[in-house]
């Protein structure tokens, strides 16, 4: 486990594991996705842009992971920083909205399929409301249960 998330892995996250998370997310378009990581144990997380994800500059974003799969990417950068293991952790999609909001995906086949503390592939419905109120604080932005 290494202390705070600096250079490389921090760029264009969306994350609270460092005070001043770099995402800027005016920078991005709308409809960008992020595909993220939560540990309902220590309440951190960590998003990275995914699948087709733009800059407003019509660049792609530094740290893109792949749509499908791109969660385990995000889980294995998690496990690097914390100590969170796979039964503890769930994977959640994050997409930029047009008005600026962020709306919720609770999905993910390589991170909550693969976690034994509970079945399926989708977030609990008792961790969702926790993930959404610490995206609302780190980004300050209104968050929607749906995408």
Do not use: C
């Amino acid at each position: 486990m290494r202390e705070g998330l600096t250079g490389p892995e921090a760029w264009n996250s969306l994350t609270n594991l460092r005070t001043s998370s770099p995402a800027r997310l005016d920078d991005f378009r709308p409809g960008s996705a992020f595909s993220g990581v939560y540990d309902p144990g220590s309440r951190r997380f960590l998003a990275y842009p995914s699948g087709e994800a733009k800059l407003r500059s019509g660049l792609v974003p530094e740290n893109t992971v792949p749509r499908y799969g791109g969660h385990g990417d995000v889980s294995d950068i998690f496990g690097y920083f914390t100590t969170a293991g796979m039964d503890e952790i769930v994977g959640f999609t994050a997409t930029l909205r047009s008005d600026g909001s962020i709306g919720m995906h609770w999905v993910s086949r390589s991170v909550n399929g693969l976690n034994r503390s509970f079945e399926g592939n989708e977030v609990p419905q008792s961790l969702r409301g926790p993930i959404m109120d610490l995206i609302q604080q780190t980004t300050n932005r209104q968050v929607w249960p749906n995408r």
